[in-house]
């Protein structure tokens, strides 16, 4: 099974850049994909790294190096907004289910 | 923008009563799963199903809780009788075997609070 590690908690400034690592140890690892949620919210689809490198997506870019089983996805110009659990999830090879981390809270401060 | 839909949105039981979540996918979407989350935690995987056959289902305690999607289009997840560490939010998901970033459509939830 996979098991995959986030700090729990994160608080930077708004307009600041931050940095979310990711870990993890996997057997039948695919790919890692990060998901946002929003207290009392539904978990939503920020990005997916199926390669090694950095994908980027409007404020929000992702990176994943197979070889260090590492992950990180990086938040630029925070806006409050952004305050919200953010969860690394690791594809499956086997039916491509997602394997959750526990989540890393994001607290953006003016 | 097409949603996933679940109902009820909140669900409030006593312990050992039958508890029932149902969740309809975004249409064409061939993959539901049903995940269970914790607060404070990540979603967990119960069951998922590639049209109306389960394919993986190893962490869902059969013993009480059951699944089904009878004509491969909405779902049904139930649990009966139901325990007070049962209460979580239940989630659905869908996904399209067309995509290539394997994003999933969460729905909104089922709130559980077994008292």
Known sequence: GQSLEQPSEVTAVEGAIVQINCTYQTSGFYGLSWYQQHDGGAPTF????????????????????????????????????????????????????????KGTSLLVTP | EAEVAQS?????????????????????????????????????LLVQFQDESVVDDSQLPKDRFSAERLKGVDSTLKIQPAELGDSAMYLCASSSPYGTNYGYTFGSGTRLTVV
């Open chain 1, 46 to 101: 920020l990005s997916y790294n199926a390669l090694d490198g950095l994908e980027e997506t409007g404020r929000f870019s992702s990176f994943l190096s197979r070889s260090d089983s590492y992950g990180y996805l990086l938040l630029q110009e925070l806006q409050m907004k952004d305050s919200a659990s953010y969860f690394c999830a690791g594809v499956s090879n086997s039916g491509y289910a997602l394997n959750f981390g």
């Open chain 2, 8 to 44: 009820p949105r909140y669900k409030i039981t006593e312990k050992s009563q039958a508890v029932a979540f149902w969740c309809d996918p975004i249409s064409g979407h061939a993959t539901l799963y049903w995940y269970r989350q914790i607060l404070g935690q990540g979603p967990e």
